[in-house]
């Protein structure tokens, strides 16, 4: 039996991943509601999304959807264990340019880092790509007014 996820969502009441797919034998539609047990506001979701793909109940169903987003859905399951909002959960996996990265703990750190190097691996230019250019030079505007530094002050001319 082959199926093709078209959908993937979380149920917070009791907790369960929503899938939506399409059988491809009959052409259907179909929901497939998988229940997280045995998980609680301390658990590693990227565990309990490989032990759910896993599973022999859902690894058919589940083989279309990738782990980072079975992980994804853990973590913003783990998010409302401990209180916290869809939207702050959902804020957490966006990356915000003027965000102070030394106020996060160590897991959103961590979370915010890999997410960090997904996009950098996707923007990556490789040997292999078209548009890819060896030793590119560029040459950045020089601002009239820089500002100078307290460490940067000609104390060391004197030595």
């Known amino acids: 039996m082959s199926s093709v996820a078209t959908q993937v969502g979380v149920r917070f009441n009791p907790p369960a991943i929503v899938l939506?797919?399409?059988n491809e034998?009959?052409?259907?539609?179909?929901k497939r509601v998988m229940p997280v047990r045995n998980f609680w506001k301390f658990s590693d979701?990227?565990?309990a999304a490989e032990r759910l793909k896993n599973t022999v109940r859902h690894s058919a169903y589940l083989q279309s959807v990738s782990m980072k987003q079975l992980e994804r859905l853990h973590v913003i399951l783990r998010d409302r264990l401990l209180g916290r909002s869809l939207e702050q959960s959902l804020a957490s996996l966006d990356l915000d340019?003027?965000?102070d990265l030394n106020k996060l703990s160590d897991e959103e750190l961590a979370r915010k880092k890999a997410k960090m190097d997904e996009l950098f691996e996707r923007n990556r230019k490789k040997k292999d790509d078209p548009d890819f250019m060896y030793d590119i030079e560029v040459e950045f505007p020089v601002e009239d007014c820089a500002e100078s530094c307290s460490?940067?002050?000609?104390?060391?001319?004197?030595l």
Not at 25 to 30: E, F
Not at 151 to 158: F, G, I, M, V
């Open 45 to 47: 979701c990227s565990k």
């Open 97 to 99: 340019p003027n965000e």
């Open 20 to 22: 939506i797919y399409e």
């Open 25 to 30: 034998a009959t052409k259907k539609m179909r």
């Open 151 to 158: 460490w940067d002050d000609d104390d060391s001319e004197k």
